[in-house]
């Protein structure tokens, strides 16, 4: 059974401050129609422009994951996609009123509780999968390593090492997507204290606060240290807990940072703009290396959309038509009838089957020694095909015949030869007008496209054909 798409029940609002920025921002999350994947709407910027959550638009990745198009930025998108597609959200629209999402909690946990509020409504059309079918694999030259492997569902394993006597070796694993919410949203961000002192006074982290996120201590540090950085995050008197973490706020899992990698890798990951089939293991993973292995997938998944595709073909369904049907509706006769049956029919499109062997009469003559089917009857089984569908806008189909007036734009791609099967799809091009219909069609034999090519055909009446 395919799976729907999925979108919010209703919009929800959530406000906080940017992380980065320090501007308080209103975020609402919107339902979107199919197909819209997540986008993002700067409210507060003329003409409301929209960045697609893409990882081709992805221009930063320093504590945090920016995209921006055409000079229109959001900052810090990583927990909230990483809540929507979690939360098995595939649509939605983002509107926020300032450049980077809230950091709240410094997890995915309100997120996911706003998306919980509201609901998910699925949609009437089918999910698209991206089916890892080989190895994929990004590396770099400070031993971080993630790898996808082929897999008939989404899953993660993380590693991570920070060489930190405090922190570590840790691993993290997400078996199923569904286990989200409880296993993974609610874990927070972390950073070492050294970094955050660094960020500080660089002016990085002008909504930081110590409630959003783990603060890791890997040397000692004395009360008057402690006080004054509690004095420059406005906090109460602060101290470190006996397994090197600020008393700022709890551990919600032993391996809280390497679950926080794992949301970080869904949330960017996500900029691939499908939905993944495949396991992935992760030693070392960071914003960079995440959303650079989101450009090869979206990269891959644009090249494999490019690829035309077969119509599905199941041998032991019952078809639309069978022969004794098909030659109801079609004058030809053998050895000119080159559809075996009918597979799929809509008001637009029809698929049909036309199975080659070796003692079809063409073959006593065409290439005797190295049988090819001639191409002029591969065009001739699609004319068929194509014809199918034009005469069932006709109310008596056997008073009626095609007459082609153009073939155009053929391609042949591949030889087909006696045990093949051809595997045909025509589809209408545009609406029948007076009679006149346009029709464009692929052959596949397995996943190979063997031809393609344009048609234009007059339906009319046997009677009104002169000879």
């Known amino acids: 059974m395919t799976e729907k798409q999925k979108t919010l029940a209703s919009g929800v609002k959530l406000t906080g401050k940017g992380l980065h920025s320090g501007t308080e921002v209103e975020v609402t999350i919107q339902p979107a129609e199919v197909n819209f994947g997540y986008k993002f709407k700067r409210t507060d910027l003329d003409n409301h422009p929209v960045i697609d959550a893409l990882a081709s638009n992805v221009v930063n990745t320093a504590r945090g994951t920016t995209l921006e198009d055409k000079g229109a930025q959001?900052?810090?998108?990583?927990?909230l996609c990483a809540a929507l597609y979690g939360m098995d959200i595939?649509?939605?629209l983002i509107e926020l009123t300032g450049p980077e999402i809230p950091?709240?909690?410094?997890?995915?946990?309100?997120f996911v509780e706003a998306i919980e509020s509201v609901g998910v409504l699925e949609q009437d059309a089918d999910r698209v999968y991206y089916e890892i079918k080989e190895k994929v694999k990004y590396t770099d030259n400070n031993?971080?390593?993630?790898?996808?492997?082929?897999?008939?569902e989404f899953s993660v394993d993380v590693h991570i090492d920070f060489n930190s006597k405090v922190l570590g070796n840790q691993f993290a694993s997400l078996r199923k997507l569904s286990d989200f919410k409880e296993q993974i949203s609610s874990c927070k961000t972390f950073v070492f204290l050294h970094e955050l002192e660094a960020l500080a006074k660089n002016n990085l982290i002008k909504g930081g606060d110590l409630d959003n996120a783990l603060i890791i201590i890997d040397k000692p540090m004395s009360q008057?240290?402690?006080d004054r950085l509690a004095e420059l995050f406005h906090k109460p008197k602060i101290q470190v807990r006996p397994e090197g973490i600020l008393n700022n706020t709890y551990l919600s899992f032993q391996n809280e940072p390497a679950r926080h990698k794992l949301l970080d890798i869904i949330g960017d990951l996500s900029l691939a703009g499908t939905r993944i089939k495949g396991k992935i293991i992760a030693r070392k993973p960071?914003?960079?290396a995440n959303t650079e292995l989101a450009k090869i997938l979206q990269?891959?998944?644009?090249?494999e959309l490019s690829k035309p595709t077969p119509p599905p073909y199941d041998q032991n369904s019952e078809p639309v038509f069978d022969i004794n049907e098909i030659k109801k509706r079609l004058p030809h006769r053998s050895p000119f009838l080159l559809v075996d049956k009918v597979t799929y029919m809509d008001d637009t499109v029809i698929c049909g089957i036309k199975n080659v062997t070796m003692n079809e009469a063409f073959f006593a003559g065409h290439y005797p020694n190295e049988p090819i089917m001639p191409g002029v009857l591969q065009i001739e089984s699609m004319a068929q095909c194509g014809g199918i569908l034009l005469l069932s806008f006709v109310p008596d189909p056997e008073n009626y015949v095609l007459y082609f007036l153009k073939i155009e734009n053929i391609k042949f791609k591949h030889k087909v030869v006696p045990g093949d099967t051809l595997n045909i799809r025509m589809k209408l091009s545009q609406p029948v007008k007076h009679g006149?219909?346009?029709?464009?069609?692929?052959?596949f034999v397995g996943e190979t496209l063997v031809v393609e090519g344009d048609f234009m055909a007059q339906i009319a009446k046997k009677t009104d054909i002169s000879n």
């Open 90 to 92: 595939d649509n939605a």
């Open 299 to 303: 990269k891959k998944i644009k090249l």
């Open 436 to 443: 006149i219909a346009y029709t464009s069609g692929q052959v």
């Open 74 to 79: 959001v900052m810090t998108v990583e927990h």
């Open 224 to 226: 008057e240290e402690l």
């Open 286 to 288: 960071g914003h960079h």
């Open 143 to 152: 031993g971080v390593e993630i790898l996808i492997y082929p897999d008939d």
């Open 103 to 110: 950091i709240l909690d410094g997890s995915s946990k309100l």
